[in-house]
């Protein structure tokens, strides 16, 4: 059960953050929402897919870690392995607020349910110094959550012109794996490269000018981090 | 007689010089591939005495070598972590006197430049401007994370023990791991040979222990190198005027913060050393019997313990009474017998100085290890100046702390007679007027203070920065490294850990009262 509170100097002042890596610090999931502006560095490490929602029928970009819930194949015991996490998932676990709902005025809140949160023992790093001031941590991580909250309202143009452009397609991904075993990728987009190839100068020039080219390509070359997905799977089998 | 070689090395004594020899050189020698036999002999009911309970970095070092990994070692002697010595009203006693002597001494700029940048700007203290260790010592934090591979840490450290559970580890680890010989006997040394070297030693039943090396750890004492070999003491009490000290181990409430620097606080006629375990502190009060008697220096110890520890009953404090000589032996090595520990000297613990020339002179020895009796002379005559050149050092930077201060009552006017200051130090301190202490002025390669430590007690003992002037780029040179010194300082101490939080993951007994100290 989630607890969102407003995060505070005062009522939050001995709270420290464990910032390393594991299953019971709920890194054991299978995927995170990414940003367009982070693609770039993004498909460096793994692949970027596209989810519509069901009731909202918006597209939103996920960065993948594993093929079933629940699985993280960069998650080795208390170690992530990749030099580069998404911003959605490197706040954990902080998320933006807002002083009224819709307003402008944003705020850092804290899920006081999260097992990274810790108040006592010799683990984790403080929020605050014994003046209240804020830790180089938690600056940090304010300055995270402006990215991703920049990054999420940046994000809504570029879904807009991929359905525009017809830029998305259903997809589906058969794993064989070593051991003789056949897995299945479902319920995801990926980017048509053939509507991509097709686009004429007038429309790349609008997307290029809108500053979705790049992004675009980056997605498409994420489609490559698969083959290092499917060895990690690979070798946990 | 010059071609034979050295096989078996007998030490006397099994406190934690005999131990630490013991353990030191079976493993390092082992190691070289040299096929030596260890011994070591003690009294069966001779107490150690039990004041060396803080360690230098070089401790990390040492026990890595010997092979005992640090959580064991943590928890077997019931250690703590020293980041350094803090000095509590020396400079003139008034409520805000007290610096911090780190043991992390920065690498961002020169010493100079640091210096100027510090003085032209500094609204901080010196220790606090140019190391993130006066922030982690202010906030009784540890010096490194669980997690950290064993001996790595943050900020450099040492330890704070208990040295009699320590002599208990290495005498475990050197008989069961290493293969030493552990012998319970009283003996006396054989009469030295006509060349001045000892052939063995002699149990109360007149079985004899033979040796071609011996190893004198027997104290104060210093049985064979004093007793049997008669080599002399070099008193500097004439230079450090304190003789006497009263210590007592102050248990602590669980969940209590612990310091993770000595703390030395100065009274009127001495010093009072306090030292952090997750279980007790030793307080010890040291002063010179010439300007305060024993019933004073008890009543200033007590005072102190009420003070400092929450919930001691001081009036019922028994502390053990000591006696000590100041010196050393400008011979320690002499024939082929290498007095180790107090043995070879003691100066007062102001600088926990006592560790660390033991180790300093185990690696000396095992450096150049002597193969064959017709060395040993030169290898002596070599390693008694080196040593003697040590404890002249450490009685100057002693000294130093004495000579800085402005306190009035006449003990410290004593201490700063210009009778008692060894020339060396008065010019060096003359010389430091124009310019920060420097590389030039410790040119030996393993000098025991450093041109830092130095710093740390001229500039936080409020020595006035040299006026000359070091150049513009030197100058933005060290406001550059002052600010990385200063974001250094903000992100480690977010980062690491409360000592005491630390020290219970090793000891999940002592936690039980954690979670209501954190909330107080």
């Known amino acids: 059960m989630s607890q969102h509170q407003v995060l505070d100097s005062l009522a939050h002042r001995d709270l420290r953050v464990r910032t390393d890596a594991g299953a019971e610090l709920g890194d054991a999931v299978m995927a995170c929402l990414v940003m367009p502006a982070e693609f770039r560095q993004a498909q460096a490490h793994y692949p970027i897919v596209f989810r519509r929602d069901l009731e909202s029928g918006t597209f939103s970009a996920l960065a993948l870690f594993g093929f079933d819930n629940g699985e993280n194949l960069f998650l080795e015991g208390d170690r992530w392995d990749a030099a580069w996490k998404p911003l959605a998932q490197a706040v954990q676990p902080f998320l933006i607020g807002r002083a009224e709902p819709g307003g402008p005025a944003t705020q850092v809140h804290v899920d006081l349910s999260s097992p990274r949160l810790v108040t006592d023992g010799a683990g984790g790093v403080r929020l605050f110094d014994a003046a209240g001031h804020a830790s180089p941590y938690l600056e940090d991580i304010a300055q995270k959550l402006g990215d991703l909250d920049a990054g999420y309202r940046a994000s809504a143009a570029f879904f807009a012109a991929l359905e525009r452009h017809r830029l998305l397609e259903p997809f589906s991904l058969d794993v064989p794996l070593a051991d003789g075993t056949q897995h299945q990728l479902v319920g995801f987009h990926i980017i048509d490269e053939d509507r991509l190839r097709a686009l004429d100068a007038a429309a790349l020039g609008e997307l290029h000018a809108d500053g979705h080219l790049l992004p675009l390509f980056m997605a498409l070359a994420s489609v490559g981090r698969f083959s290092d997905l499917i060895a990690r799977k690979n070798r946990r089998a | ?437 420097g590389p030039a002025d410790f040119p030996h390669a393993d000098e025991i203070f450093s041109a830092h430590s130095h710093a740390f007690v001229l500039y936080g003992m409020g020595f006035s920065a040299p006026r000359r002037s070091i150049g513009a780029e030197s100058l933005a040179q060290g406001r550059r490294a002052l600010g990385e010194v200063a974001r250094r300082t903000r992100t480690l101490t977010s980062a690491l850990p409360p000592h005491r939080a630390y020290l219970d993951t090793l000891e999940p007994g002592r936690t039980a009262a954690h979670g209501a100290f954190a909330r107080s």
């Open chain 2, 1 to 437: 007689m010059g071609e034979a070689e050295i096989r078996r090395i007998v030490i006397l004594g099994g406190g934690t010089a005999g131990w630490l020899s013991a353990c030191y050189l079976s493993a390092r020698l082992a190691a070289l591939g040299q096929k030596i036999e260890v011994t070591l002999v003690e009294a069966p009911d001779i107490p150690t005495i039990g004041v060396g309970e803080g360690t230098w970095p070089t401790m990390r070092g040492t026990l890595a070598e010997i092979g005992i990994d640090e959580a064991a070692f943590l928890t077997a002697c019931d250690a703590s972590f020293k980041q350094g010595s803090r000095f509590v009203g020396w400079t003139d006693g008034s409520a805000a006197d007290a610096y911090l002597h780190p043991f992390t001494a920065p690498r961002e700029a020169e010493l100079a430049d640091f210096v100027a940048a510090w003085s032209a700007d500094g609204a901080s203290g010196f220790a606090a401007a140019l190391t993130a260790q006066d922030a982690a010592v202010a906030h009784h934090l540890a010096p490194r994370q669980v997690a950290m591979p064993d001996y790595a840490g943050a900020l450099n450290y040492g330890y704070h023990l208990d040295a009699g559970k320590f002599a208990a580890l290495l005498a475990r680890h050197a008989v069961e791991r290493l293969g030493v010989i552990h012998r319970r006997e009283r003996v006396v040394p054989a009469s030295p040979q006509p060349d001045g070297t000892l052939a063995a030693l002699v149990t109360a039943s007149g079985e004899a222990i033979p040796g071609d090396l011996f190893i004198d750890c027997s104290g104060l004492a210093g049985l064979l190198v004093g007793g049997a070999l008669g080599v002399p003491l070099v008193d500097r009490s004439d230079v450090l005027l304190n003789d006497r000290a009263l210590a007592v181990q102050v248990p602590v409430q669980p969940g209590s913060p612990v310091a993770s620097a000595t703390v030395a606080t100065a009274h009127a006629a001495g010093w009072i050393w306090d030292i952090g375990l997750p279980n007790r502190r030793g307080i010890g009060c040291v002063y010179a019997s010439r300007h305060c008697d024993d019933d004073e220096a008890l009543a200033t110890l007590r005072h102190y313990v009420a003070r400092a520890v929450p919930g001691a009953d001081a009036a019922s404090i028994e502390p053990r009474r000591l006696a000590f000589p100041t010196g050393y032996r400008a011979a320690p090595w002499t024939g082929n017998c290498v007095a180790i520990g107090l043995s070879a000297g003691f100066l007062e613990p102001l600088e926990a100085s006592a560790i660390v020339m033991i180790e300093l002179s185990l690696r000396a020895l095992v450096e150049s290890f002597p193969q064959r009796r017709a060395t040993i002379p030169f290898l002596a005559e070599r390693f008694n100046a080196l040593f003697t050149y040590r404890f002249e050092r450490i009685v100057e930077f002693l000294k130093l702390h004495y000579l800085l201060s402005r306190r009035t009552e006449p003990y410290w006017q004593a201490q700063r007679a210009p009778e008692t200051v060894p020339p060396r130090l008065a010019a060096m301190v003359e010389l430091w007027r124009d310019q920060a202490p």
